[in-house]
DNA sequence: CCCATATAGTTAGGCAGCTAATTAACTGTT
DNA sequence: AACAGTTAATTAGCTGCCTAACTATATGGG
């Protein structure tokens, strides 16, 4: 019997902003801290029902989106190139490369051009997975999205890139 | 000498996106496509900018919402209380707690009215901790999304607010 | 009153991300 | 040719999150 399966997800509001702001005597904005804790909150719980939907065909979201990187890639990548796609570390690869190489979805093999090196390789039972998961993945990325018009998304995507470069301005402080 | 430091973070683009549906013979909308992973994208890269912020002051994000969940309920809460405020598990609280009395920024007592329960109370050196971190933390959140005018901030809010309510109806399928 | 069930908190074990350190191989300079 | 420095991959150890299982206490029905 799961026991926790009925957490709740209340979100901020505008006043607990408001109230913590004041609470120390601060000038900030709560409508602007507002939207950074909401997408926080947002992208924290996009992630774990991510978690859920791979945990049923027996991935994860790092597992899964390394296959695809390789399937992008037709099928070979180092694990430095993996990492600098998926925006990772060498280490965490590694570890991924581990599971998946477990279940047989992906091979290692040494490369040729290099002799530190080596290269992973989407098995063909990798690529089935891909296949199996694929409809239901994508439908549930559209649905998520199913409650704004195309103009809508539009608008999101523009407004969501300039927060990207806000939070990429703040990385490099 | 940290070694992974220049981590691109390369956005998806539409092209992948269609490049991969279409590979599958599905007839998902890329744009939409790309609205999600994006927004994962995006919610990924601010947690981890949040954890190198908050390591700074010897905190992690999930240990600091913690304390100032805490301060926001007058200093004193249940851990299941407290799981509940946050969207975790008891158990996650149980190691942020346990962390956090390690360094004496929270304590446990055991509760007065029900012999199973412990409550756990915010310390003098926890809210002094807080009261250090509340400046820089405000303003960090501030500047992320100083490229929105109020306008485009609560557009945001708004679509977001609509996409949260889609990755519910997924979550409870 | 007793027992079944529910709840509070913890523990154990897993995964994914990180940093730092290690080993091996490549590269460029003198 | 030898050595220094760089890069590839791995390893070890940390944190946070999860689920499942366990212990102890509460509580309600026969």
Do not use: N, W
């Amino acid at each position: 019997m799961p026991q926790d399966a009925d957490r709740e997800f209340a979100q901020p509001t505008l006043d607990q902003a408001a109230v913590q702001i004041r609470r120390y005597g601060l000038t900030a904005d709560p409508q602007a801290v507002l939207v950074a804790v909401r997408l926080m909150a947002a992208g924290a719980r996009l992630g774990q029902a991510s978690e859920v939907h791979f945990g049923r065909f027996g991935l994860s979201t790092g597992r899964y989106r390394l296959l695809a990187d390789l399937e992008d890639c037709g099928g070979e990548k180092s694990p430095s190139q993996l990492a600098a796609g998926l925006g990772v570390t060498r280490a965490t690869v590694t570890g991924l490369v581990d599971g998946l190489e477990r279940e047989g979805l992906v091979a290692r093999r040494s490369s040729r051009e290099d002799g530190r090196g080596t290269v992973v390789v989407l098995t063909a039972r990798g690529a089935q997975r891909l296949r199996e998961m694929a409809p239901e993945h994508f439908r549930r990325l559209e649905a998520m999205v199913g409650g704004l018009s195309e103009v809508e998304r539009g608008t999101f995507l523009e407004l969501l890139e300039r927060i990207a470069q806000g939070i990429g301005a703040l990385v490099e402080e």
